[in-house]
């Protein structure tokens, strides 16, 4: 390396020829073959694809529900074995939270259970991240009485009080309406500008993908392989226009795009 050059960044998370799939004894079903790719710490990376091609089967296997039949994932080197605190998940449902919780008592709950925190630290720190996520006038709220998109920002809240090394999500946006969807983009992007997490997201809308990605992994339909790794505009709205265009050539060479969705 010449002298002063900057030290290459560490790969957080390696994920090393893997191939996930289903099965009985009678059926299986491939849902990824030998994906490869890493994550660094700070990126905001995205999988992106069509339906089916094993974008949450993935996310599952980086969780650790799921073990590759082929292939390794390592974070910080070590093979993922098991779901662990240091990777926590949002999922699309709105129904995550416990709806017998309020929403302090949510985003308590897995630093009490997992981190064993005293509950006055759980609380002191659940609140910061309720305050972040702009919902510190709802702190205690039960889960009906809001909003999607206020309980997609509790999930978010509950995931990142745990301060994991990468926060991943699954289409947690998809299921609201589209301004909603879009204010959340935003509010993502203010919080990771305020504190530099990893994030690790799922979509199969490209503009979604171009807006929040720093990093974005194109995958072929399924069963999922690498189609290409792209790397993410600074600014979406500047000149996100050729890199939708590109994806949209990847994943559906010879057609038009159609608005990125
Ligand atoms: N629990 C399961 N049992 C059997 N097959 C499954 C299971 N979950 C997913 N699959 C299959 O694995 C493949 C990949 O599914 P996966 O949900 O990971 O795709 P995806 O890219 O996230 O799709 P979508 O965008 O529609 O959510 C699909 O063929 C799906 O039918």
Known sequence: MPVGAPAPQASLLTVDGVTLQYGTRSVVVRATYR?????RRGDRFILLGPSGCGKSTLLKAVGGYLAPTEGEIRL?????????????MVFQEFD????????LQNVMFPMIVKRKLRASEAKDRAMAYIVKVGLKEFANAYPHTLSGGMKQRVAIARGMAMEPDILLMD???AALDALTRRRM??????LWGGTNFTLMFVTHSIQEAVILGNRILVLSPH?????AELRGVKDFHA????LVERIHQLLFPGT??????
């Open 256 to 261: 038009e795009t159609t608005g990125g969705h």
């Open 223 to 227: 069963p999922g392989q690498v189609r």
């Open 171 to 173: 289409e947690p946006f």
């Open 185 to 190: 983009q935003e509010e993502l992007l203010q």
């Open 239 to 242: 000149d996100g226009g050729p």
């Open 35 to 39: 994906v490869s790719f890493e994550v």
């Open 96 to 103: 995550q939270l416990l709806p017998w919780k309020t929403v």
């Open 76 to 88: 910080h080197g070590e093979v993922i074995r098991r779901p662990n605190p240091d990777r926590m």
